[in-house]
């Protein structure tokens, strides 16, 4: 571009004008910065009235645009929407009127992913982003040229930095680097593409916490693929139980009785609890205080479950918290999905041998427990993988052993 008009809300006085119109200069350009609400259509249309007429306006890149912190969408106030919607939203369609009709060679408009696959806590951003992908679709519909891109996170600064950028790191959005972004950009434009997402996942982080409380079309083609194990990323959390994880858990649930497996299964979600916020202090963990109102979301419920798996050799749902929701019900669920009824009968086993160790040594009496106990083996054995029933011939009759011979001959 011969010429470019750069607006801001501080114009030159914003960080970084003076050695952004050097570097620009430098490549050839002339280059007007001037002071300019977007959203101001009275100042709008005046910087736009004073583009000379000679080298007149081919092109608009809307990048404006305001964050919000996380506000549950029932919070947010009208002035704070209000507020998040006029820089992005207003702006875009202040532009949009004021150059309608000038037969635009492109029409860009920044846009976000909160729009596209939504951003916990943001829903007025989410909004204002949404916003501007259905007016360059309503342009386009004219006959208007637009391109709306949804971006991921940009690195290098701007809103994705410090706390924000290690957030959506965790959430599994990677940060990219801006001359790709900017390739990607060009492609977008020259193709043509009205709306079109640009962004860099980590997908085995993103994908289970994307599609933990329900199903998502977006990506329901993602979904499978990901599910193959080497698409499994050890940073994530492995779903799947650690082997030999369980077995000091399996032991300390053995020897006891129904009500202190429970109680012990909820020492053990406390601990994990506790290890998944912060908190370092099992005791803070109330047993029927709903995970929600102790600071979960589904990034921490993820994270929670996995660290469940590892310490139960169980393949526990993403969803886990969601449907089993205080540390009670969770340690309830535990138990159950354990097998109650094995541990109960292992309890009875060990109480067993403590009684065998007792009994008399008089011979009939231990034959008689030896062949009951041995008969009560074979129904332990898991059951051999063949169509014949398993016939045991230590134990068989001889009228028994010489009717499978024949059958097995075909005499019968």
């Given at each position: 571009?011969?010429?470019?008009?750069?607006?801001?809300?501080?114009?030159?006085?914003?960080?970084?004008?003076?050695?952004?119109?050097?570097?620009?200069?430098?490549?050839?350009?002339?280059?007007?910065?001037?002071?300019?609400?977007?959203?101001?259509?009275?100042?709008?249309?005046?910087?736009?009235?004073?583009?000379?007429?000679?080298?007149?306006?081919?092109?608009?890149?809307?990048?404006?645009?305001?964050?919000?912190?996380?506000?549950?969408?029932?919070?947010?106030?009208?002035?704070?929407?209000?507020?998040?919607?006029?820089?992005?939203?207003?702006?875009?369609?202040?532009?949009?009127?004021?150059?309608?009709?000038?037969?635009?060679?492109?029409?860009?408009?920044?846009?976000?992913?909160?729009?596209?696959?939504?951003?916990?806590?943001?829903?007025?951003?989410?909004?204002?982003?949404?916003?501007?992908?259905?007016?360059?679709?309503?342009?386009?519909?004219?006959?208007?040229?637009?391109?709306?891109?949804?971006?991921?996170?940009?690195?290098?600064?701007?809103?994705?930095?410090?706390?924000?950028?290690?957030?959506?790191?965790?959430?599994?959005?990677?940060?990219?680097?801006?001359?790709?972004?900017v390739r990607a950009l060009a492609l977008a434009v020259g193709h043509g593409d009205t709306t079109v997402a640009i962004a860099h996942f980590d997908l085995a982080r993103f994908l289970p916490l994307y599609t933990m409380t329900r199903d998502r079309r977006l990506v329901a083609g993602l979904v499978a693929a990901q599910e193959e194990p080497e698409q499994q990323n050890p940073d994530a959390g492995d779903t799947r139980p650690r082997p030999g994880g369980s077995g000091a858990l399996a032991d300390r649930l053995a020897g006891l009785s129904a009500e202190e497996r429970e109680a012990a299964l909820v020492d053990v979600v406390r601990r994990e609890a506790a290890a998944v916020l912060a908190t370092g202090r099992p005791e803070e963990i109330r047993p029927r205080r709903a995970f929600k109102e102790l600071g979960f979301d589904s990034m921490t419920a993820l994270e929670f479950r996995n660290r469940l798996n590892a310490s139960t050799g169980l393949r526990l749902p993403a969803t886990l918290v969601f449907d089993h929701p205080t540390p009670a019900a969770l340690a309830r669920h535990l138990r159950d999905e354990l097998g109650g009824g094995t541990y109960d009968v292992l309890a009875d086993l060990e109480r067993l041998a403590a009684q065998l160790s007792a009994l008399p040594d008089e011979e009939w009496t231990r034959l008689d427990l030896a062949g009951r106990l041995g008969a009560l083996l074979r129904r332990a054995e898991p059951a051999a993988e063949t169509d014949a029933p398993r016939q045991d011939l230590a134990a068989a009759t001889n009228d028994e052993i010489f009717d499978l011979i024949d059958r097995e001959l075909g005499i019968r």
């Open positions: 571009a011969a010429h470019l008009v750069l607006t801001s809300r501080r114009g030159p006085g914003a960080p970084g004008a003076a050695e952004l119109r050097e570097e620009l200069t430098g490549l050839g350009a002339r280059v007007t910065i001037t002071a300019c609400d977007a959203a101001d259509a009275d100042r709008l249309a005046a910087v736009l009235a004073a583009i000379d007429p000679a080298e007149p306006l081919t092109a608009v890149v809307h990048t404006a645009g305001l964050t919000q912190p996380e506000i549950p969408v029932t919070a947010l106030s009208t002035a704070e929407l209000a507020r998040i919607l006029r820089g992005k939203a207003e702006g875009a369609r202040q532009l949009d009127a004021l150059t309608t009709g000038l037969g635009l060679d492109a029409f860009v408009l920044f846009s976000s992913g909160a729009g596209t696959w939504g951003d916990a806590g943001k829903a007025g951003y989410a909004a204002a982003n949404a916003y501007l992908d259905a007016l360059a679709q309503a342009r386009r519909a004219r006959g208007e040229a637009a391109t709306s891109v949804a971006w991921g996170a940009w690195d290098g600064g701007g809103m994705v930095e410090g706390e924000v950028s290690d957030l959506l790191t965790r959430r599994g959005m990677r940060l990219m680097r801006p001359e790709s972004a």
